[in-house]
């Protein structure tokens, strides 16, 4: 993991300000044990918890899988991001302003600047939508007529843009940003014969759309009853800040319960979703009126492990079930498709229904594969006749194989989806394998079921540690526990007394930071370890060792060692003297010499009497 730019201060800061049983409280339920918080680990499938956070060295650590590191570590892994975007979130949600190089302080500039003009746009919209006269139709619009309620409206911040050409362009709240900062974060639109601008929305109930911290990126815009405008629905134009194929409306809203779930369901339209969040199903998005797209789901992965469409029954065609497969075939996540009773909107199942009757449905969803085959024998009358099943068999696996060359498919999960199939059409899978004509035996993918004879890689193998791993262990843990004792026993210990890689490593960088610092910086550390050195100084780390016990523990790692020294030290002195009885000692020294060497390791006091004799 590398430092922020230039800037390695920032990582600092900003863990220096964040509670880190806090941040992991918000996705993990944790309970006190000891020094420690436990809950079952967010990163994989447990029933007893083992996931610990250790507060007062600010650290997680699952002994499950094996995970751990700070509170940036577990923004990255719980999101899904790479080290510079959890910084960031992390710095603003602790009120933070980075510290940042020219260049990217130019570019951090110029978002800043569309984001405040969104936000006065958002609440200019806002009180639009409140004014007594011009928004009273609006108001009548999504209140009575749509069924919000006031606290789901101020929620989702719905707002109402009027017919007004330039409304919002010559509203005092714009005044503070210049005309290029409105036409870039697409809030107007430049007039052809002068230099004026007008409103991009007009005559529109207005969705502010927000990135999963919060923060307005962009608009979406509902027409009024009545209009005669050409598009239903506007969205705000590709901007820095957000582009249609990559932004899912109330993510931010959503994620909480997502997390929870571990299940995204996503409906078309904005007011689904709003509609969704007021009976309690917080669980649900929408993908801003386009297909579902790999950024989409990337960015949904993030916080789920099985994402839900939820399909109109006239919209849930062909082309819909072919880009569910593809997507299932390509991505990490589970996808499975629902589809709405004849004739109800998402927004009318839970209107008539409550959200019993909404879940119901979501409950029902099926893999999007057996989506697809569903679709096919539909078209070919149920394909119950021995033609029409050929046909419908012929149409499905020609789908699936556009499917898997859309993109680059995943073997085990190609694999998975032939098990699935198989019993859908009647074929083994070494028929559809010749179906789909492999070019070799050795690329054929393999047909196993997830989890079924395969290692549980989330269980650790467990060792059964030698003297010399426990005495290694003995002195870290204690000298990250009580770093002062450095100055009483750091002359009876060496990097040389650690023997595996990954254990030297970490006494290397203890050993340095005492002798220069006086104290172990663990975030340093943590980022100067890499692989097995770094997952090694997480599990000791994790160990609960008090401060009453630590000099006990490096007395006796101490004296191991000098055990050690001592006997590999007779063992050479032994054979060189052997050796001596047919020639000159491999060392040069003479018999006494070796003699006298040996009578003083038999004298060498032990380190636990403190050098007395």
């Known amino acids: 993991m590398a430092a922020s730019g230039n800037f390695p201060d920032n990582r600092q800061r900003v863990l220096d300000a964040v509670n880190l049983v806090k941040l992991v409280g918000n996705t993990v339920a944790l309970k006190r044990r000891g020094n420690s918080y436990v809950g079952l680990c967010p990163f994989h499938n447990e029933k007893t918890p083992s996931f610990n956070v250790i507060e007062s060295k600010g650290i997680f650590k699952c002994f499950g899988c094996n995970k751990g590191g700070n509170a940036i570590d577990f923004v990255m892994l719980r999101d899904r991001v790479d080290f510079l975007a959890a910084l960031e979130l992390l710095a603003r949600e602790s009120g933070i302003d980075l510290i940042r190089s020219p260049r990217s302080a130019q570019t951090a500039t110029i978002k800043q600047q569309l984001l405040d003009a969104n936000s006065a746009a958002c609440r200019f919209f806002e009180r639009t939508l409140a004014d007594a006269t011009i928004g009273q139709a609006a108001r009548e619009y999504l209140y009575v007529k749509r069924g919000f309620d006031l606290e789901t409206a101020s929620r989702f911040r719905l707002g109402y843009a009027s017919e007004a050409w330039e409304a919002l362009a010559r509203s005092s709240m714009m005044k503070p940003f210049p005309k290029d900062v409105l036409l870039q974060a697409g809030l107007v639109k430049p007039r052809e014969q002068d230099q004026s601008v007008y ?18 990126i962009a608009f979406g815009g509902r027409v009024m009853p009545g209009s005669d405008a050409p598009a239903k629905y506007l969205n705000s134009p590709e901007t820095p800040l957000f ?67 939820l399909f109109d029954a006239d919209a849930a065609g062909d082309t819909a079930a072919d880009r569910s497969v ?7 996540i589970e996808i499975e498709v629902a589809t709405l009773p004849d004739g109800l909107d998402p927004d009318e199942v839970l209107l008539k229904q409550g959200k019993a009757g909404f879940e119901s449905v979501i409950s029902s969803a099926i893999p999007a594969v057996d989506f697809m085959w ?4 539909q078209q070919f009358k149920g394909a119950t006749d021995t033609t029409n099943k050929a046909q419908a068999i012929d149409q499905f696996l020609s789908r699936l194989s556009g499917a898997k060359a859309s993109g680059n498919i995943d073997e085990l999960r190609w694999g998975q989806t032939l098990t699935r199939v198989a019993p859908l059409t009647g074929l083994t899978i070494q ?6 004509a492999r070019p070799s035996q050795s690329n054929r993918p393999v047909v196993q079921s997830a989890g079924v004879g395969a290692p549980d890689s989330a269980v650790p193998k467990v060792d059964r540690q030698s ?25 009876l210990l060496t990097v040389d007394d650690f023997q595996s890689a990954r254990s030297t490593a970490v006494a290397a960088f203890v050993f340095g930071q005492l002798r220069g610092e006086g104290e172990v910086n663990i975030h340093d550390m943590l980022e100067v370890l890499t692989g097995e050195s770094r997952d090694y100084a997480l599990d000791v780390l994790a160990g609960d060792v ?48 070796l003699l006298r060497k040996l009578q003083e390791q038999a004298r060498r006091p032990d380190v636990r009497r403190g050098g007395g004799g």
């Open 199 to 216: 409103d991009t929305f007009r005559e529109r109930v207005i969705f502010p759309i927000r990135d999963e911290g919060g923060r307005v």
């Open 243 to 309: 582009s249609k194929s990559r932004c899912v409306f109330g993510i931010d809203l959503a994620r909480q319960r997502i997390i929870e779930t571990r299940t995204a369901v996503i409906v078309e339209g904005y007011t689904d979703v709003v509609m969704a969040h007021q009976f309690g199903c917080t669980n649900v998005v929408s993908v801003l009126g386009t297909a579902l797209t790999e950024q989409h789901v990337q960015l949904l992965r993030r916080f789920a492990d099985k994402i839900v469409l």
């Open 326 to 332: 593809e997507l299932f075939l390509s991505q990490p």
């Open 374 to 377: 569903k679709r096919m024998t």
């Open 431 to 436: 028929q559809l394998n010749r179906r789909f």
């Open 467 to 491: 003297g010399q791993e426990r005495a290694e262990r003995w002195v870290l843990s204690a000298l990250f526990a009580e770093g002062a004792l450095w100055g009483e026993f750091g002359h």
């Open 546 to 593: 008090a401060q009453a016990d630590a000099k006990k523990l490096l007395t006796d790692g101490a004296t191991f060692f000098q055990n050690e020294r001592d006997r590999r030290e007779q063992s050479r002195l032994t054979q060189n003297l052997r050796q001596t009885t047919t020639g000159e000692s491999p060392s040069g020294e003479s018999p006494v010499e």
